[in-house]
């Protein structure tokens, strides 16, 4: 019996259907992979799965007793907490049954009750059994994995940013040990370390899961078979991505060939009813018509939008663009050794490594967004800079896409604003729906989009691939290519920039490789 079966399932937001009768399941051996285009419906399957939303029709069946363990992409805590107590409550019913065997011990002390001995025995095996005594080991191993000994077990869930807590409820949700796991593209605030740690862990989990990510390097090396959510099917391929989207090519070659095919015949008949609906001939062609009618016809198989994206320059003739000069930076403490390098006109650096918040930190350090401990970075004086940030943060999440665009440009007309959306990628239907209900993807693409209406000579961007999907991604890296300023550049994905970057900065080593 499958762990979860999915039968006729239809969703539909607005005037978009997201699924059309749509089957799958999930196995007790599946590594399971989703994928899709920005809004096809990715994350929205895990919520309906889970039971946050209801589907228009159609039938959830999990297979009882089964454990689920839920890491959505816009995970949140609020929890006063300190970091190492959220992550032991992931233990909770371990501590409870030892403060219950502490109990039994100190009503024997008064009572000496054989019986209270024998609880606190039975107590003792489930610990055990359990390996309650080693749960520090395994909390510190977790925390590592991640990089989350950076921040300290002391500090408070709610003093961390929105990329922190979700590595941290991550790692709380790996020490539970569910029997699934469904994540929601866990590797977004994970550097190469980390991700290189989750794969290990994923490739050992005993249990079955479903994870959404657009790293396909990542799913590459952690599924054996793969869901693809596209045009409001959900099809279910075996073995690695690769394989996936090799057998996916295949299946839409032949589709297209039926389609061909078919409508060939079609053409073929309808233009021997028109010639011979009158005459010797009509009842062949009433014939022929009965048949089209019955018929039903193959649809193309056809793509998405596209994004294609082009970031206006504005011309700088000095050589010499950034100096960091023994920069230190962090909040209460300093991060990492003093920062030294520098930037000359037209260069391409990529930020690598440092376990933790260095990257990011550095960056605003750099733009002067928070303070530093000491050292300086100065921008050129001609130099215009444009700042892409990781985080999904908006001002008002109930504006749409056009009204963000309209807030920050507003001598722009809504036309041209529609046109330079539905270029990132923002379908006619988006463009008018709250930024708050849409994909991740689809915010990165608004993003992208307010980048190109201010022109500039050096890009800042941090994590700008975390959501994307794969033909976004080829258009992003085409545009940063073609872009003749600067681009300073923060990714966990190495596929991203091989082949056209000038330097990576070693940033926890503090060395330039080139």
């Not at 029997?179 to 977004?188: A, C, G, R, W």
Request: glycine content about 6%; proline content about 3%.
């Amino acid at each position: 019996m499958s762990i979860l079966e999915v039968t006729d399932l239809s969703m539909s937001f607005a005037d978009k259907q997201l699924y059309d009768k749509a089957s799958f399941a999930l196995n007790k051996e599946d590594h399971l992979g989703v994928i899709g285009q920005n809004g096809a419906g990715k994350s929205t399957l895990i919520r309906l799965i889970t039971g946050q939303i209801l589907p228009d029709e159609g039938q959830i069946k999990w297979q009882r007793g089964k454990k689920i363990g839920y890491l959505d992409q816009y995970a949140e805590s609020a929890h006063e907490l300190t970091i190492g107590a959220f992550l032991q409550s992931a233990f909770q019913e371990l501590y409870e049954i030892e403060k219950k065997q502490a109990a039994c011990y100190e009503k024997y002390a008064q009572t000496l009750d054989e019986n209270l001995l024998d609880k606190a025995g039975k107590y003792q095996e489930i610990l055990e059994a359990a390996d309650f005594y080693n749960l520090e080991v395994k909390i510190d191993q977790v925390m590592t994995g991640l990089g989350i000994d950076a921040l300290g077990k002391e500090r408070k869930v709610s003093q961390c940013s929105g990329g922190q807590r979700s590595k941290i409820i991550l790692a709380k949700l790996l020490l539970e040990r569910p029997d699934v796991l469904l994540l929601d593209e866990p590797t977004n605030y994970l550097d190469v370390a980390h991700i290189e740690w989750l794969t290990d862990y994923l490739n050992d989990f005993p249990g079955c899961f479903m994870v959404i990510s657009h790293d396909y390097d990542f799913l590459e090396n952690i599924t054996n078979t793969i869901a693809d959510i596209s045009f409001g099917k959900i099809t279910k391929y075996t073995g690695s991505f690769k394989a996936a989207i090799k057998q996916k090519e295949v299946k839409k070659e032949v589709q297209l060939k039926a389609y061909e095919k078919q409508r060939r015949q079609i053409e073929k008949d309808e233009a021997y009813i028109r010639k011979n609906k009158a005459g010797t001939r009509a009842a062949m062609a009433k014939s022929r018509q009965k048949r089209l009618d019955k018929l039903v016809r193959l649809t193309p198989p056809s793509d998405n939008l596209q994004a294609h994206f082009s970031f206006p320059y504005l011309e700088l003739l000095s050589s010499a663009t950034l100096r960091v000069k023994k920069l230190s930076i962090g909040y209460q403490r300093p991060l990492l050794q003093p920062v030294t390098f520098s930037m000359s006109h037209g260069e391409k650096v990529v930020l690598k490594g440092f376990n933790g918040i260095g990257k990011s930190t550095l960056l605003k350090s750099i733009l002067g967004e928070i303070k530093t401990f000491g050292g300086t970075a100065q921008f050129v004086d001609a130099a215009v800079i444009n700042y892409f940030t990781q985080e999904l943060v908006w001002d008002d999440p109930q504006m749409t896409p056009l009204q963000v665009l309209q807030a920050a440009y507003p001598k722009l007309e809504p036309k041209t604003i529609r046109q330079r959306l539905a270029r990132a990628g923002i379908n006619a239907a988006n463009t008018l729906k709250p930024m708050e209900l849409l994909s991740g993807g689809e915010q990165t693409k608004v993003k992208l989009c307010l980048l190109e209406l201010k022109p500039s000579n050096f890009l800042i961007l941090d994590e700008p691939t975390n959501h994307l999907d794969d033909e976004t991604k080829v258009a992003l890296k085409k545009a940063l290519i073609d872009f003749p300023g600067n681009v300073l550049l923060v990714t966990h994905e190495e596929s991203f920039y091989q082949g056209w970057i000038d330097k990576i900065f070693n940033v926890e080593n503090i060395q330039l490789e080139r």
